[in-house]
């Protein structure tokens, strides 16, 4: 993904999820209807790949996008522990 393209919250990060759940989706359909072994024949014989593949490759772009959401959740988590924390000190 090129960097102008990264997630910048928790929400775009969540979006981006949605985004790649889909293309899951598409690629375990198309597999299932046309075989894992089928490639699409729309394509140009050089960007060819079986169905299969396809799948895989959506599969590890769904996991990073898995890991980009769990990142920002977890940057929230301690942002929100560091305000509580500062608000109780604060209250002393």
């Not at 375990?28 to 394509?43: T, Y």
């Not at 895989?56 to 980009?68: I, Q, Y």
């Amino acid at each position: 993904m090129k960097p102008q393209y990264e997630p910048q919250t928790l929400e775009t990060a969540i979006a981006y999820l949605v985004e790649e759940c889909g293309k899951v989706l598409a690629a375990a359909g198309k597999s299932l209807r046309w075989g894992v072994d089928s490639v699409n024949p729309e394509l140009l014989p050089d960007k060819q790949e079986r169905n299969i593949e396809w799948l895989l490759r959506e599969m590890e772009d769904l996991n990073t996008a898995m890991d980009r959401v769990s990142k920002f959740h977890r940057q929230r988590e301690y942002e929100r522990y560091e305000a509580e924390t500062r608000a109780r000190y604060e209250r002393r």
